[in-house]
Nanobody, 119 residues
Framework: QVQLVESGGGLVQAGGSLRLSCTASTSIFSISAMGWYRQAPGKQRELVAAVTSGGSPSYADSVKGRFTISRDNGKKMVYLQMNSLKPEDTAVYYC?????????????WGQGTQVTVSS
C-alpha cells in the first residue's frame, strides 16, 4: 500500500521559513509527478507547486519566488522550501503523487501537515 507522509509543518511568524518534507513508500516514485497542495479553511484545495518525474518544477503565481520544490529520487522524498511566509499561506499542506504505470493511472495523497503563519 502506498503511503505518503508529510512533516515539517508548524507555526511561524510572517516573513519566516519552513521546509516541508514528504516521504513516499512506493518504488514508482521516480516515475511519479509530485506535488504540494494546500487547503485553507473554507477554501478549495489548490496546487502550490509540482515537479515532474524529470525534475521540472512549476508554481502557483501566489508562491513564485518564495517557494521552491525539489525531489530526491534516491530517498523517495519531495521537499517544499517556503520562504517569506505570509499569513495567507496558512493552510493544511498535502503531498500528492501521481502518474501512470503501464495503463494504470495512480493518484495518492498524504494526510496533510498544518502550516500556520502569524502576522
Amino acid at each position: 500500500q502506498v503511503q505518503l507522509v508529510e512533516s515539517g509543518g508548524g507555526l511561524v511568524q510572517a516573513g519566516g521559513s519552513l521546509r516541508l518534507s514528504c516521504t513516499a513508500s512506493t518504488s514508482i516514485f521516480s516515475i511519479s509527478a509530485m506535488g504540494w497542495y494546500r487547503q485553507a479553511p473554507g477554501k478549495q484545495r489548490e496546487l502550490v507547486a509540482a515537479v515532474t518525474s524529470g525534475g521540472s518544477p512549476s508554481y502557483a503565481d501566489s508562491v513564485k519566488g518564495r517557494f521552491t520544490i525539489s525531489r530526491d529520487n534516491g530517498k523517495k522524498m519531495v521537499y517544499l522550501q517556503m520562504n517569506s511566509l505570509k499569513p495567507e499561506d496558512t493552510a493544511v499542506y498535502y503531498c500528492n503523487q501521481k502518474g501512470r504505470l503501464f495503463s494504470n493511472a495512480f493518484d495518492y495523497w498524504g494526510q496533510g501537515t498544518q502550516v500556520t503563519v502569524s502576522s
